[in-house]
């Protein structure tokens, strides 16, 4: 069982709906990442959490500490938010999700 | 102004063959790492440097020897390639490799062994 599992692994909306992306995670960590991987391929750094809620324009990630627990929402998608969302928890060194695809459709 | 920059960008070579991919960041990070993407898409890390130090080195064949010239430098050698280290390799970096540290992501080498 990987040590941090995402859910969905694959998620298709329409534009405007809210999407949550959960990441569940099973080791202690000094902080959690969320990534966006969009289909050229480079790798974004979105947020990186140790406790609480951070908001960036559409973007919301909060954590739970205590659940070993993490969500990504995006608010009022749009398809330009289609990318591989990956969630990543900092453990002396990174472990990776294996990442929830997103296509949010015109 | 690239925070972190590899290359190539892409890399198709021959079974047998050696080859480098060489990365750079211009942050004043302590810490870089290689990270290797399969073709399902899943990250695993590969080394980390701290200082020009090795501080870790995960389950990888000794065919991949990296190294750090100086902090701004990680490279990756590969030796005798194999079909199966056809993957997308990343370098990243971060401030330092203790705590809770961003970590800033080059944009992707995609090697691949024929």
């Known amino acids: 069982k990987n040590e941090v599992e995402q859910s969905p692994q694959n998620l298709t909306a329409q534009e405007g709906e809210f999407i949550t992306i959960n990441c569940s995670y099973s080791?202690?960590?000094?902080?959690l990442h969320w990534l966006q991987q969009h289909p050229g391929g480079g790798i974004v750094s979105l947020f990186m959490l140790s406790s609480g809620k951070k908001k960036h324009g559409r973007l919301i990630a909060t954590i739970n500490i205590q659940e070993k627990h993490s969500s990504l929402h995006i608010t009022a998608s749009h398809p330009r938010d289609s990318a591989v969302y990956i969630c990543a928890v900092n453990n002396n060194d990174m472990r990776f999700g294996a990442g929830t695809r997103l296509t949010v459709k015109p | 102004d690239t925070a972190v920059s590899q290359t190539p960008k892409y890399l198709v070579t021959q079974m047998g063959n050696d080859k480098s991919i060489k990365c750079e960041q211009n942050?004043?990070?302590?810490?870089m790492y290689w990270y290797k993407q399969d073709s399902k898409k899943f990250l695993k890390i590969m080394f980390s440097?701290?200082?020009?130090?090795?501080?870790i080195n995960e389950t990888v064949p000794n065919r991949f020897s990296p190294k750090s010239p100086d902090k701004a430098h990680l490279n990756l050698h590969i030796n005798s390639l194999e079909l199966g280290d056809s993957a997308v390799y990343f370098c990243?970096?971060?401030?330092?490799?203790?705590?809770?540290?961003?970590?800033?992501f080059g944009p992707g080498t995609r090697l691949t062994v024929l």
């Open positions: 080791v202690g960590i000094s902080a």
């Open positions: 942050l004043g990070h302590d810490t």
């Open positions: 990243a970096s971060s401030r330092s490799w203790t705590g809770a540290n961003e970590q800033f």
């Open positions: 440097y701290n200082n020009k130090e090795l501080i």
